[in-house]
């Protein structure tokens, strides 16, 4: 698993459960709930580096759509609502993408 290391399992399947209807995913609360929230700048940075999946070095929307996928396979895609929302809340500078540092600071808030 790409978050080994970095996130628990059962905290994982603990925050996908909690967004698995449409339009519930918040991310804020999923942070919190999977770990990643209290986590180190390293750990902060790994993860970023397994959503980031074209190695760009920024999460661009199409990314962020995908976004639960990263810990499970199975898991949904986010809606379109979600998607922007989400790109909002992260992209501070307003460039369409979210950066390591955007990305820290979004986790950490």
Same mark, same amino acid.
């Given at each position: 698993?790409?978050?080994?290391?970095?996130? /628990? =399992?059962? =905290?994982?399947?603990?925050?996908?459960a909690a967004c698995?209807?449409?339009? /519930?995913?918040?991310h804020k609360a999923?942070?919190?709930?999977?770990?990643? #929230?209290?986590? /180190? #700048? %390293?750990?902060?940075?790994? #993860?970023?580096?397994?959503?980031?999946? +074209?190695?760009?070095?920024?999460? %661009? *929307? +199409? *990314?962020?759509?995908?976004?639960? $996928?990263?810990? /499970?396979?199975s898991a949904r895609?986010?809606?379109?609502? *979600?998607?922007?929302?989400?790109? $909002? #809340?992260? +992209?501070?500078?307003? +460039?369409?993408?979210?950066?390591? %540092? %955007?990305?820290? !600071?979004? !986790?950490?808030?």
């Amino acid at each position: 698993m790409a978050f080994a290391g970095i996130l /628990s =399992d059962s =905290d994982i399947t603990a925050a996908l459960a909690a967004c698995q209807a449409a339009d /519930s995913f918040n991310h804020k609360a999923f942070f919190a709930k999977v770990g990643l #929230a209290g986590k /180190s #700048a %390293e750990h902060i940075k790994k #993860a970023f580096g397994v959503i980031d999946q +074209d190695k760009s070095g920024y999460i %661009e *929307e +199409d *990314e962020l759509k995908l976004f639960l $996928q990263n810990f /499970s396979a199975s898991a949904r895609a986010l809606t379109d609502k *979600e998607t922007k929302v989400f790109l $909002q #809340a992260g +992209d501070t500078d307003g +460039d369409g993408k979210i950066g390591v %540092e %955007e990305f820290s !600071v979004l !986790v950490q808030s």
